[in-house]
């Protein structure tokens, strides 16, 4: 088995403040998220000042026209306008944006993207060998790591995107259904963490399902959801909790494409 | 007027016709995916991940045979945590809960029966050969009248009280317990505890008739109504009290964005109410709503212009536009 340089399998010394009970990891997590958080805004950006700036006909992007050759009444070629006028390529791969996306905070939705992409290709090997795997073999303890670090970067970075977007009121200018999309995409993913905590076979699964199975029954959930059920709940996390993000994802990143980066808030000097 | 004003802010942020800047999607993409492969990688070797062995009946009856045996005692006498339980498990009533007048809990109804009597001891039993002193302890056992039964549980449970454990081989404890008038019940427990020492238990309780098994149900349930998973967990600090639904073993990092989830747990009415867990289900639920419908929500909508941090994350572009004759600032 692969070891660690850094042991964090010892017993944590909790922190204790009135009824808070903090580990040192939690709290480092929750206050390097805020610095993180704050550098992203307070950093200057690379090119944030300058002068290289594209003309504002840039901004209207041409409108898909109706492809030559589409036969009239042609279903294949409806969908493919319909595509186009939503989502012309030059939206869907742009090589410009508004000059104001100019914060480090901009940065968080791709690295959401990227850690996701991490998530699922240390997932991927992790199904493909089965769940006994990583406690039988270093490789898979290696990968079985990359997954739960990759899934701390996921929420991590997640969390700090959804600030970030919160603060900058991104749902105006009919962008409702991008924070919307977002949102749920945060919920189904802290269902698939927990179904994959659950999956691990270990002492953590045993008491995270006895636990949570109180919370599921209370609310009638457990009764088609139970969380002693091993097989049900790898399935949950191997596939359809996977799929579900994946999906609501896609859908995210086209409604981001299609409606752009939200503008700025009126600021100081704008009529009010 | 504060409708209006929303209005107009939705309206004004719908395009942008104001200077555009070079951009490479691909190149940020790329360049993002190889930082976070690069962090992970890096922390997977610096830190690996937690791995806690799981506990076995075995290890259970074998380090708390006294805790295993009055276990085994409340389920076949129908007094435990789980025999008491309700829905989905059985028609008990101690941890059946709702929300006014929603009680989902009942209304679902029982999903996984289990006869806590049946499954945990009297089945198992059944399944151990070649015992005759047992075979005749079992049929006395389930020719007696209920009354008689509760009585020889009482009885039994009452012995335990005074029974003790003494040290054995390899960490083990061997239980003793004073004479009484229990009538085969003390055979029985004795069966039950040398095959769940051996490990047998473990395997009966995974028995479903069919020869794969994913199904943890039964033998979870049995080992949550013990002490010794909740002896682990006070150790690792992950029960209710300490937070523990966003801990993780050792010194590991857990599900820190169930903060919140958690928060209600250590604070009253919700901490001592037998209500709990609908409690916190259901103002999570109502939450997570809250934060999906805010773009519709005036005041928490508002929340961002009261605040000065969107001044901040665009201070490049409001610079810009302080520099720019009034004339050509840029609509949004």
């Given at each position: ?16 403040w ?28 690379p ?5 290289e ?66 998530v699922?290709?240390?997932?991927v ?24 670090w ?14 970030g ?17 977002g ?17 691990q ?15 599921m ?13 091993f ?22 990143i ?10 700025p ?8 | ?44 070797i ?35 945590h ?45 399944r ?8 005749a ?21 009452a ?26 019940i ?20 995974l ?55 958690t ?9 001592s ?24 929500i ?35």
């Open positions: 088995m692969l070891g660690s340089i850094i042991n964090l399998n010892q017993p944590a010394h909790y922190l204790h009135h009824f808070i009970d903090l580990s040192p990891a939690n709290l480092t997590v929750v206050i390097v998220m805020l610095v993180v958080f704050a550098l992203a805004i307070l950093l200057p950006f090119g944030a000042r300058s002068a700036r594209l003309p504002a006909v840039r901004a209207s992007a041409p409108q898909g026209a109706p492809a030559p050759g589409t036969a009239p009444g042609s279903w294949t070629g409806r969908l493919r306008e319909l595509a186009l006028r939503s989502l012309p390529p030059e939206r869907l791969l742009p090589d410009s944006q508004p000059a104001y996306v100019a914060s480090w905070i901009y940065v968080f939705g791709v690295l959401t993207l990227s850690a996701l992409a991490v699922v290709a240390s997932g090997v992790l199904a493909l060998k089965g769940p006994a795997w990583w406690h039988e073999t270093g490789i898979g303890h290696f990968f079985n790591s990359v997954h739960l990759a899934v701390e970067l996921f929420f991590f970075v997640m969390v700090v995107h959804l600030w977007k919160f603060f900058m009121a991104a749902w105006r200018g009919g962008r409702a259904r991008t924070w919307m999309s949102v749920v995409i945060f919920l189904v993913a802290i269902g698939t963490a927990f179904t994959g905590y659950l999956s076979q270990n002492f953590d699964s045993q008491w995270i399902s006895t636990q949570a199975k109180d919370a029954n209370s609310m009638g959930i457990g009764a088609f959801f139970n969380v002693t059920n097989g049900q709940m790898y399935s949950y996390h191997v596939i359809l909790l996977p799929a579900a993000v994946l999906a609501i994802v896609v859908a995210h086209l409604l981001v494409r299609r409606h752009g980066v939200v503008p808030l009126p600021g100081r000097g704008s009529a009010r | 007027m504060r409708m209006l004003r929303a209005r107009e802010l939705d309206r004004a942020a719908r395009s942008w016709q104001g200077p555009y800047r070079p951009y490479d999607i691909v190149k940020e993409g790329v360049i993002a995916l190889g930082a976070v492969t690069v962090i992970v990688v890096i922390a997977a610096l830190f690996s991940s937690p791995d806690v062995r799981p506990s076995t009946i075995a290890q259970w009856a074998s380090q708390m045979p006294l805790n295993f045996v009055q276990t085994a005692t409340e389920e076949l006498d129908y007094t435990s789980l025999a008491k339980y309700g829905p989905p498990y059985d028609h008990g009533k101690s941890s059946v809960q709702h929300i006014a007048f929603i009680h989902l809990q009942e209304w679902l109804g029982i999903s996984h029966p289990i006869d806590t009597a049946e499954a945990y001891v009297i089945e198992p039993l059944r151990i050969p070649a015992d005759p002193a047992l075979t302890a079992l049929s006395q056992y389930l020719r007696a009248p209920g009354a008689t039964r509760k009585r020889w549980a009482l009885a039994y449970a012995a335990l009280g005074q029974a003790r454990e003494a040290p054995a081989a390899e960490g083990a404890h061997a239980l003793i317990v004073p004479q009484g008038p229990y009538g085969p003390a055979t029985m427990m004795a069966s039950l505890l040398a095959d769940a020492k051996s490990g047998g238990l473990d395997g009966a309780l028995t479903s008739g069919d020869f794969y098994q994913t199904d943890y149900t039964k033998p979870l349930l049995f080992l949550a109504d013990g002490g010794l998973l909740e002896a682990r967990a006070g150790h690792e600090h992950l029960l209710g009290t300490q937070w523990g639904m966003m801990n993780e073993t050792g010194s590991y990092p857990g599900q820190v964005w169930l903060w919140l989830y928060f209600w747990y250590q604070i009253e009415p919700f901490k109410s037998s209500n709990a867990d609908a409690y916190a289900m259901g103002i999570m639920l109502l939450l997570s709503l809250a934060l999906l419908l805010i773009p519709f005036p005041g928490l909508r508002d929340i961002p212009r009261a605040l000065p941090l969107y001044r901040l994350i665009w201070r490049a572009h409001y610079r810009s536009q302080e520099q720019q004759p009034a004339g050509l600032q840029p609509r949004s």
